[in-house]
Nanobody, 122 residues
C-alpha cells in the first residue's frame, strides 16, 4: 500500500503565505508525476500544479507567479508554497502521485491524499 499524507493547511489572511507538504510512504520503487489539486465548495476539482521526476513543472493560470511546487525525490515529498493568496484560493488541497511499486512492473498507481483545507480570509 502507498499513502500520501498532506500537512500545512489552515487559515491565512489575503496576501499572506502558506506552505503545504505531502509525503508518500509505503511500497514505492519510484514516483513519476506529483501534483496538487484543489476543490472549492460547489466547484469541480482542478489541477493546481504538477512536478515530474525529471524536473518539469507546470501551473494553473490562476496561480502562476504566486504558487511554487517543489519536490525531493529521495524523500518522496512534494511541497506547494503559496504566496499572495486570495480568497478564491480557499479550497481543500489534495496531493496526487503516479507511483511505481515494483522495478519490473511498468504500471503506475495513481494515489491520492486525504486533503488539507486552506482558508483565505481576513
Amino acid at each position: 500500500q502507498v499513502q500520501l499524507v498532506e500537512s500545512g493547511g489552515g487559515l491565512v489572511q489575503p496576501g499572506g503565505s502558506l506552505g503545504l507538504s505531502c509525503a508518500a510512504s509505503g511500497r514505492i520503487f519510484s514516483i513519476n508525476a506529483m501534483r496538487w489539486y484543489r476543490q472549492a465548495p460547489g466547484k469541480q476539482r482542478e489541477l493546481v500544479a504538477v512536478s515530474t521526476s525529471g524536473g518539469f513543472t507546470n501551473y494553473a493560470d490562476s496561480v502562476k507567479g504566486r504558487f511554487t511546487i517543489s519536490r525531493d525525490n529521495a524523500k518522496n515529498t512534494v511541497w506547494l508554497q503559496m504566496n499572495s493568496v486570495k480568497p478564491e484560493d480557499t479550497a481543500v488541497y489534495y496531493c496526487n502521485a503516479d507511483v511505481k511499486v515494483e522495478r519490473f512492473d511498468y504500471r503506475y498507481l495513481e494515489v491520492w491524499g486525504q486533503g488539507t483545507l486552506v482558508t483565505v480570509s481576513s
